[in-house]
C-alpha cells in the first residue's frame, strides 16, 4: 500500500467510545481517523476524560513538495489544538516517524501536548521519539 491507507488495515469497531480511568488521570484514547472530527473528543470528553490521547500515523509521500507538507502538519496540528480549547482539557498527540516503504513514505513525528487552551506546553523534534511530562489541570 503506497500511501498508508489505514481502511487496507483496520475495520471499522462498534463499541463506541471509551475512557480509562488510571490513578493519574481519567484518559480518553481515540484513533488517527477520530483527530478529524470533533465529535468523538466531545463525546469522550463528556464521558469524564481528563485527558485525550491521539495516537495516529501521519506523513507524506516523500516526493512531495515541502509546501504540501507544512500545510499538511499545520492541518494537523491545528485540529488536534482545536479539540483541547473546544473541551477544556490538554491533548497528547503522538505521532510515529521514520521512513517506510524504501524511503517513499515518510511518516513526520512532531508529537506534542496542548494544554487546555490550546498552546502547545511540550513538544519534540520530527524525526526523533521522546516523552514528555504532564501535569494534570
Not at 475512557?19 to 488517527?32: D, E, H, P, Q, S
Not at 512531495?64 to 497528547?92: F, K
Not at 505521532?95 to 498552546?119: D, I, T, Y
Amino acid at each position: 500500500d503506497p500511501q498508508y491507507y489505514e481502511k487496507f488495515y483496520f475495520t471499522p469497531g462498534d463499541l463506541g467510545y471509551k475512557v480509562f480511568k488510571t490513578r493519574f488521570a481519567t484518559l480518553g484514547v481515540l484513533i488517527c481517523w477520530d483527530q478529524w472530527y470533533p465529535e468523538a473528543a466531545r463525546i469522550t470528553s463528556l464521558m469524564g476524560a481528563e485527558i485525550l490521547f491521539y495516537p495516529t500515523a501521519i506523513g507524506w509521500s516523500t516526493a512531495q513538495d515541502e509546501l504540501t507538507n507544512q500545510e499538511q502538519y499545520g492541518a494537523w496540528q491545528t485540529i488536534q489544538r482545536s479539540h483541547a480549547v473546544a473541551n477544556g482539557i490538554p491533548v497528547v498527540s503522538v505521532n510515529r516517524c521514520g521512513l517506510e516503504q524504501n524511503g517513499a513514505m515518510k511518516f513526520w513525528g512532531g508529537s506534542f501536548v496542548a494544554n487546555p487552551f490550546g498552546a502547545i506546553s511540550a513538544t519534540n523534534a520530527f524525526s526523533t521519539p521522546s516523552v514528555a511530562a504532564l501535569n494534570k489541570p
